[in-house]
């Protein structure tokens, strides 16, 4: 589970998936209804630059953190997915999961 921040403030539970395969970070339009986050266009300059494989409406900036850490903050980028009912709350792509794999190593060295 990770906690996002929503547009009013409050913070809002999702499920989150991870998948190493690709480094883009994807969010289902319903949790993004739900946090009450505007949906950016891609313009064709993002498009280029960092290309993604699945199907999106849009982008959206977040502030979340997991569960179980609500003190370590991270910010990003996340696409919009246009299923329309996607199997996923959140999924997390490789450069997320690489940083939650540094940060908890970290957190486990100052111990």
């Known amino acids: ?26 969010i289902s339009q319903q949790v993004t209804d739900r946090l009450g986050k505007q949906v950016h266009t891609i313009e064709k300059e993002m ?7 699945k199907t999106v409406n849009g982008y959206t900036e977040l502030v979340w953190s997991l569960n179980q850490d609500p003190r370590r903050v ?3 980028t996340f696409y919009v997915s246009s299923e ?10 490789r450069t997320s999961t690489q940083q939650l794999d540094a940060s908890q190593a970290k ?3 100052s111990f």
């Open 47 to 53: 498009r280029s630059a960092a290309p993604t494989t």
């Open 107 to 109: 957190s486990r060295r």
């Open 74 to 76: 991270y910010r990003g």
């Open 1 to 26: 589970m990770i906690e996002i921040l929503s547009e009013s403030g409050v913070h809002r539970a999702a499920v989150a998936s991870f998948d190493t395969t690709t480094d883009e970070d994807v």
């Open 84 to 93: 329309q009912n996607p199997n996923f709350d959140v999924v997390l792509g």
